[in-house]
């Protein structure tokens, strides 16, 4: 679809803290020595300490020890290449762009639990779409707590874009029915539902978000056309969890990986690829609208192991 431009400056920046905890550790192990069997060791303890993932990092350091074995890499250096490259290679090529419908609105629904950063991960998505010149309607679904809706409210003045709710405790099926409405009335690009997070219990949620996709399909035709799930990257393998339990119930079609500024832990969007069959399409690295990115596997692990 093309919603987001992918600027490398800026995916170089969130992900510093993830650089010096892959790519400099790695570097300061591995430059300058020759390779080893103990040196491989510690390459597989660096990566599991990243969150890169058991299964992940022994994959890739049993491939490396196998090279090593046969006297392909004997340096350092050829062990950080065959990592990027190995790395690389792990994500299949699939469609990692926002869909877009064939006829306006595009429905994006977005779903995740609470405290993950879901509502302003919400604002920021469509704070960057308005920048590329989309108009945008937000949904305030999230009635069950009332400090979403006010949340929401509070952005879509900050950033002019107009937002569609209901009272505090509102059905929420009922809030998507008139924002769907709105939508369509007004000829918006892009229509933003924002979910509740939490209820009693995980099937009262996924009932509710059952309703929430229903009633969109039927005055949307193909809606809701991206569900993107939330996840907060500093949780690290709690995330993967989350996304396991949550994200084949709610029908997720992509993985918006937020806070990557604010972790060490980069590797577990090689973790999630590893346990779900469902892409990362929007890394958040930093708190600037433009600091919502596309997920380029290519782009990310040369960010990872920036120097």
């Known amino acids: 679809m093309g919603l987001f431009r992918s600027a490398l400056d800026a995916i170089k920046k969130g992900l510093h803290k993830t650089a010096e905890a892959i790519g400099g550790q790695l570097r300061s192990l591995l430059l300058g020595r020759t390779l080893s069997e103990e040196l491989i060791d510690e390459i597989e303890s660096r990566l599991i300490a ?15 020890r196998k090279e090593f074995r046969s006297g392909t890499l004997s340096r350092g250096e050829d062990a950080l290449e065959y990592l990027k490259k190995s790395l690389k290679s792990r994500w299949p090529a699939e469609a990692r762009a ?7 609105p595009t429905v994006v629904l977005v779903v995740g639990v609470n405290g993950v950063g879901k509502t302003t991960s919400v604002a920021k998505i469509a704070r960057s779409l308005k920048d ?5 309607l ?18 879509s003045e900050r950033l002019g874009i107009e937002i569609v709710k209901g009272k505090a405790g509102a059905d929420p099926a009922a809030v998507a029915f008139d924002a769907a409405d709105a939508a369509i009335a007004r000829g918006v690009d892009v229509l933003l539902v924002d979910t509740a997070g939490r209820l009693h219990t995980q099937d009262n949620l996924m009932r509710e978000l059952s309703k929430i996709r229903n009633v969109l399909a039927k005055k949307i035709p193909g809606a809701p056309h991206e569900v993107l799930l939330v996840l907060d990257a500093t949780s690290g393998q709690n995330a993967v969890q989350q996304a396991r339990l949550f994200g084949a119930a709610a029908g997720v079609t992509g993985i918006f990986l937020a806070k990557l500024d604010g972790t060490a832990r980069g590797g577990i969007v090689v973790a999630i690829r590893e346990e779900l069959d469902v892409p990362v399409k929007l890394i958040g690295v930093g708190e600037r609208p433009e600091d919502v990115q596309p997920f380029d596997p290519d782009r990310f692990v040369e960010a990872m192991f920036a120097g």
């Open 50 to 64: 990243a969150d890169v993932g058991v299964k992940a990092a022994r994959e890739l350091v049993e491939g490396l």
């Open 98 to 104: 926002i869909v877009v419908a064939e006829r306006k």
């Open 132 to 136: 590329e010149g989309r108009t945008v």
């Open 138 to 155: 937000l949904a305030a679904a999230d009635t069950f707590r009332a400090g979403a809706v006010a949340q929401l409210t509070v952005w």
